[in-house]
DNA sequence: CGTGTAAGGAATTCTGACACG
DNA sequence: CGTGTAAGGAATTCTGACACG
């Protein structure tokens, strides 16, 4: 079902690169994976590697904590974002589920 | 004109983690530059970075040596297709140039 | 709390070259 | 021609820690 070759999620950035993208230190960005805000992936060897979505989320937190908001804060913003998601695609399914109840595809045997 | 947002080809991907991709050596991602079939750019000091599009360039790069065509083999015919581009492109401006002069908006002063 | 920095080590990348076929 | 490899050096990344505020 999970599409992984979309090149928005592949996670093939090394922290380096992702340093200049956003214009954050290694260390701040290290510091943001210590505080759930970002979840990279870990190379054979253990070195981190991100997304564009990521290296886009890290310039959003970024932006944030540039008005002074703290990193538990925007922790907690983003697991509401996510509850929201989340309960959109199940009320999205179960949509789904009354329509075939009742003019979907029979039900074998 | 050129949007560089696109995530596929942006170039921030390391030799490193194209060799994983690729199951290419970085010699042989190295040679295919030298033979002047890819072309990364280069970071601050000197590391090359690539892009999505080169990936799947360098797949298919390595499709073709498997089938034993030389690098010189694969260059002429990447030539060539860039020709054929190029030759769409244009004849596409001249379509718009000739619809432009009998119906478009009229040139200035 | 959020970030800088020095520390030490391991892994990465680079170039130019020799080897083989 | 296309690729492997050893060589030496420079840059990257990692972790855990101390510092400051």
Redesign the interface.
């Known amino acids: 079902m999970e599409q992984d070759t979309s090149?928005?999620e592949?996670k093939?950035?090394?922290i380096?690169?992702v340093s200049?993208?956003t214009g954050l230190s290694e260390r701040q960005i290290r510091y943001y994976e210590e505080r759930k805000l970002i979840f990279p992936e870990r190379?054979?060897r253990g070195n981190r590697?991100y997304s564009?979505a990521d290296v886009e989320l890290l310039i959003d937190i970024a932006n944030k904590r540039e008005e002074g908001v703290q990193t538990f804060e925007i922790r907690q913003e983003m697991l509401k974002e996510k509850r929201k998601e989340e309960d959109k695609k199940i009320r999205k399914e179960l949509m789904r589920g009354q329509i075939n109840a009742r003019f979907g595809v029979q039900k074998d045997s």
């Open positions: 090149y928005k592949r093939v950035i090394t380096g690169v200049e993208l190379s054979h590697k564009f």
